[in-house]
């Protein structure tokens, strides 16, 4: 009775933190910890399929992990689901306007380099950036806020959907034109260099965004200055409704790079994207860019406004759903490990809902930024924009 | 919000069957009186496609999704028509469908090609400006790119957000060698699409994306063709000249009977073609009422309203009663909540047809 107590008094702040922290509070894993499996068991883990490489070698396929990381990547992985689930009825009922794009499915890519990498590590993507920037630590509040406009958003409510970033975590945000961050990511590998910081930058793209010709131009720039640009694509098959092989001559999107190597890694295996991320680190550190190219799939359509069906068939996603889901993947993986039960995992689903229903809640009571914001972050402060009044008695008053 | 644009979408079907098709110019006499069925923005669009890939075998139409019928369903039904080989998707690369489209014309055919919104175009502006423009010049007229038409929807929905609903026509007003059409309703949207496809010169063909569905009227189902560079008063007035166009005309309509109930007569004018402008047309305007408001989206600062403030001051300095008066988007990035702040809406362009007139 106390420790429910506890649990629901302290689950009231969780979605203010981020989510690895705030996972020590559910009681299953707490039980775990004290039990006899402590952190320094180590479980070894095969990844589902070989990696394929392009002029460099491949990674082991065996993967070493505690039982405490197999069950924050569960908790994890179920709360971007579940945030993007919530995320679709919120736009359904007109509470997120703007464009919105979901990235339920592809989950193992976000959280398996975020295992691999540090914060001090760079992360610019496109417009799917709500997952990557819950797992580079923003919270729900921020999230739910930022995609329904409102004050308590990660960029103030000024951004929306497409634009989520969060600076203290080397997260260069959410970037709206397809391919436009590639080159910007390289600018920031440059400047990793420069300062011999030792560290890299990961910058994520489609599989559509791969065939902008911007792409070869940062990629060259990276190779000709070895710099520690670790080149994501995101290859989840479909560019729109436009199917990966109708769009590029070569969907071998790891070979793309011709004298920059690359590795195909299966993209719903979090610990093979895991280990791809940390071979792609020590690569690019010594020897300059590379090309990883995680095979996902997103189970929603483009955007909210394809409903993700007409150019695939329904078999296609369950079959997917049924053999490859990445949730599912690490679900089986406690259960053989014996780590956790059937119910715990599903009290743990329960917990998440609770949190995400809250974060919600909370982010619609956090209200839309003042009028007075339009006009603020346009230039730098004190050469404010001119607003024009209808009535030219008074017109132009130069604001912040 | 959601509920006062509704609002505005249907009375705005309303003016547009009332007001639009009442136009005085012969040519439009002419398709007014052939039968038509009711249509709206994005069907006219797709019947003009038709007619110009039936009547010019010459003729391709190729983007972003276009074989699937294109993201606002403008290509619908061409594929399964004209075959892949006229009609095809292509990667997701703007200025490579932009420098294919300008290869393509160079050989003497006619380049459809789409933008899957405006906002993408800037990927294909060095191909825009530098390669289509210039090329009949630079090459002594030996070589011309005259059949690329290039197709994008712009302007704001209501909730598009940063990068869905910007206006970027005033950048290309300022590059000599292409043309800037812009139509109001789905009849003017099938004829100039026409005359833009079938125009000597390479062209950029912005369609309003907020009356794809919105804006119904009729529209003959023959093939016509209506002129370019050629403005249209809408509405004949004494007091003031409004000027205007694409989905922004709808909302200075709305202001023009507005003012009329406060007893002030509005000429408004749908200018259509931005580059070149017909100047004649706005200037004998101008000259008779003394007073102009120009109104369009895009930001205040540097968009073709300047253009046309600059000249007619040069043209009728001395036959203005008051300053001209722009009402058009803030100088901001086009954003996401603010949307109805950043709007030149109707409430903002009456103050200024009052502030104007009383000046």
Redesign the interface.
């Known amino acids: 009775m106390a420790l429910t107590h506890i649990a629901s008094s302290s689950s009231r702040s969780i979605f203010l933190k981020p989510i690895s922290t705030a996972l020590s509070s559910t009681p299953f894993l707490r039980r775990l910890i004290s039990s006899a499996a402590d952190d320094s068991t180590t479980l070894t883990i095969e990844t589902s399929v070989p990696f394929t490489a392009h002029n460099c070698d491949t990674p082991s396929r065996t993967v070493e992990t505690t039982p405490k990381e197999l069950l924050t990547l569960f908790r994890d992985m179920a709360t971007m689901r579940r945030m993007e689930i919530a995320a679709d009825s919120l736009y359904k009922a007109k509470l997120i306007r703007g464009f919105c794009h979901l990235y339920d499915g592809q989950e193992a890519v976000a959280l398996g380099m975020e295992a691999a990498i540090t914060k001090k590590d760079c992360i610019i993507t496109a417009y799917r950036d709500h997952c990557t920037f819950l797992g580079r630590g923003g919270t729900l509040l921020e999230i739910f806020s930022e995609l329904m406009g409102r004050q308590a958003g990660c960029s103030n409510g000024k951004g929306g959907s497409m634009h989520f970033y969060k600076k203290e975590a080397g997260f260069y945000g959410g970037h709206g034109i397809v391919g436009a961050q590639v080159p910007l990511g390289c600018g920031l590998a440059f400047a990793q260099k420069y300062s011999k910081d030792e560290n890299v930058t990961f910058a994520l793209y489609g599989d559509g965004a791969a065939n902008q010709g911007q792409l070869f131009e940062a990629l060259n720039i990276a190779a000709l200055l070895d710099l520690p640009a670790i080149l994501v694509c995101e290859n989840n098959h479909y560019g729109m409704g436009t199917a990966e092989w109708r769009a590029a001559k070569s969907p071998s999107y790891y070979k793309r790079g011709d004298y920059v190597p690359g590795l195909k890694v299966d993209g719903m295996d979090v610990f093979a994207v895991k280990q791809a991320c940390k071979f792609a680190k020590e690569h690019a550190l010594k020897n300059g860019p590379i090309i990883l190219e995680m095979d996902t799939y997103r189970y929603h359509g483009h955007s909210m406004s394809d409903p993700g069906s007409t150019y695939r068939t329904r078999d296609e996603i369950s079959g997917v759903r049924q053999e490859r889901d990445p949730i599912e993947r690490i679900r089986k993986l406690i259960f053989s490990h014996d780590l956790a039960t059937e119910k715990e995992l599903k009290d743990t689903e329960k917990e998440i809902r609770k949190e995400v229903d809250e974060a919600i809640a909370q982010a619609k009571e956090s209200p839309v930024p003042e009028p007075s914001e339009l006009f603020t972050n346009v230039h730098v402060k004190g050469f404010g924009v001119e607003s024009y009044g209808a009535d030219r008695k008074e017109v132009r008053a130069v604001l912040p | 919000m ?1 509920t006062a644009l509704q609002r505005f979408g249907r009375s705005f079907i309303l003016i547009s069957k009332r007001q639009f098709s009442n136009s005085s110019t012969s040519c439009e006499k002419k398709i007014a009186q052939q039968s038509g069925k009711s249509l709206n923005l994005y069907s006219a669009i797709n019947q003009a496609l038709h007619i110009a890939l039936e009547t010019d075998p010459r003729a391709y139409v190729f983007g ?2 276009v074989s ?1 019928g294109g ?1 606002f369903r403008c290509t619908t039904g061409l594929a399964d028509r004209f075959g892949k080989n006229r009609v095809f ?5 703007e ?2 469908i932009v420098g294919f489209g300008i290869g393509l014309a160079a050989m003497g055919n006619r380049a459809i090609a789409e933008i899957q919104f405006a ?2 175009i ?2 294909a502006f060095d191909q825009i400006v530098n390669e289509a423009a210039k090329f009949r010049y630079r090459s002594g007229n030996q070589f011309n790119c005259g059949g690329l038409t290039i197709r994008a929807p712009y302007g704001a929905v ?7 609903s910007q206006s970027p026509e005033a950048f290309f007003c300022h590059v000599p060698g292409i043309k800037v059409v812009v139509p109001r309703s789905p009849q003017q949207a099938k004829g100039l699409l026409l005359s833009c496809i079938r125009d000597p010169n390479p062209v950029v063909f912005f369609e309003p994306k907020w009356l794809y569905r919105l804006a119904v009227e009729e529209v003959p189902e023959h093939d016509y063709m209506l002129p370019l560079s050629e403005a249209e008063v809408i509405r004949e007035g004494s007091d003031i000249t409004l000027v205007g166009w694409g989905a922004q005309l709808s909302i200075m309509e709305q202001a023009c009977l507005d003012a009329e109930k406060s007893g002030i007569s509005c000429e408004l004018i749908d200018l259509k073609t931005l580059i070149p402008w017909d100047k004649e047309t706005v200037e004998a305007s101008v000259k008779k009422t003394g007073r102009l408001l120009i109104s369009h989206e895009a930001p ?2 540097g968009g073709f309203g300047a253009e046309i403030s600059a000249s007619i001051v040069e043209r009728c300095f001395l036959r203005l009663e008051a ?1 001209i ?3 058009c988007g ?4 086009f ?4 949307e109805p ?2 709007m030149p809406t109707k ?3 009456l ?2 047809i009052k ?1 104007t007139v009383n ?1």
């Open positions: 959601a972003e999704d699937f993201v998707n292509t990667p997701l690369c200025q490579g906002d993408y800037y990927p209501g909730h598009g957000g940063h990068y869905h205040v600062t300053p008066t722009r009402i803030l100088d901001t990035p954003p996401l909540v603010f702040f950043y409430n903002k362009i103050d200024a502030s000046y």
